[in-house]
T-cell receptor, first 111, second 114 residues
C-alpha cells in the first residue's frame, strides 16, 4: 500500500527564515509527486509537481522541491518565508490512477 | 467552465437524513475524484471515476456512501442516513489524465450533521 508521511503537523518559522517541509513516501515504483497549498477557507492549489526529468522542481511563490529517489523524499523548501506563506501544505503521490495525500503541515510565519 | 465547481457550498442536515453533493468538473477532464477532509485532518480518498466508471471504490467508508457520474461530466456523492461523524468538507477534483496528472480542486462542500 502507498503512504505519504509529512513530518511535523505544525511548523513555525520567522519571516525571512528558511522554510523546510518534509515529505516521505512509500512506493514500489517511482511515483508522480505533488505539493498543494491550502490557504484558510480556500481550496487546494497546486504549488509544484515532479513527473519526470530534473529532480529539482520549482513552483509558484518561490517554493521548490527535490525528488530524492534513494531517500523516497520530496521535501518542500523556500529560502525566505513571507507572512503570506502561512497556510497548510499537503504532499501527494500519484500512482496507479490514485492519489495519496499526507496529513498536512500547517506553516506559521512569525513577524 | 473555468474551474471545478461544487454545490452546495454549505449543507446542514439532521442526523438520519440523506444528502446529495454535486461536482461539476472542468470540461474535458476524464478523471474525477472525491475526498473527505475532517476538521484538522488531511484528505481522505473516497472514490475515483474514469469517465463514468468507478474502478476504485475502496475509499467509501460504508454502504451509506455512493457516487455516480454522468458521462464525463457531473458527479453526485450521496450519503444516506447521515451520521454526525459524516460532518466534514467534501472535496471534488478533476484531472485530465495526461502527462501531468494534475488535479484541480473545487472549493468543497461543508457538511454539518446535527
Amino acid at each position: 500500500a502507498q503512504s505519504v508521511t509529512q513530518l511535523g503537523s505544525h511548523v513555525s518559522v520567522s519571516e525571512g527564515a528558511l522554510v523546510l517541509l518534509r515529505c516521505n513516501y512509500s512506493s514500489s515504483v517511482p511515483p508522480y509527486l505533488f505539493w498543494y497549498v491550502q490557504y484558510p477557507n480556500q481550496g487546494l492549489q497546486l504549488l509544484l509537481k515532479y513527473t519526470t526529468g530534473a529532480t529539482l522542481v520549482k513552483g509558484i511563490n518561490g517554493f521548490e522541491a527535490e525528488f530524492k529517489k534513494s531517500e523516497t523524499s520530496f521535501h518542500l523548501t523556500k529560502p525566505s518565508a513571507h507572512m503570506s506563506d502561512a497556510a497548510e501544505y499537503f504532499c501527494a503521490v500519484h500512482n496507479f490512477n490514485k492519489f495519496y495525500f499526507g496529513s498536512g503541515t500547517k506553516l506559521n510565519v512569525k513577524p | 467552465g473555468a474551474g471545478v465547481s461544487q454545490s452546495p457550498s454549505n449543507k446542514v442536515t439532521e442526523k438520519g437524513k440523506d444528502v446529495e453533493l454535486r461536482c461539476d468538473p472542468i470540461s474535458g477532464h476524464t478523471a474525477l475524484y472525491w475526498y473527505r477532509q475532517r476538521l484538522g485532518q488531511g484528505l481522505e480518498f473516497l472514490i475515483y471515476f474514469q469517465g463514468n466508471s468507478a474502478p476504485d471504490k475502496s475509499g467509501l467508508p460504508s454502504d451509506r456512501f455512493s457516487a455516480e457520474r454522468t458521462g464525463e461530466s457531473v458527479s453526485t456523492l450521496t450519503i444516506q442516513r447521515t451520521q454526525q461523524e459524516d460532518s466534514a468538507v467534501y472535496l471534488c477534483a478533476s484531472s485530465s489524465l495526461g502527462l501531468t496528472y494534475e488535479q484541480y480542486f473545487g472549493p468543497g462542500t461543508r457538511l454539518t450533521v446535527t
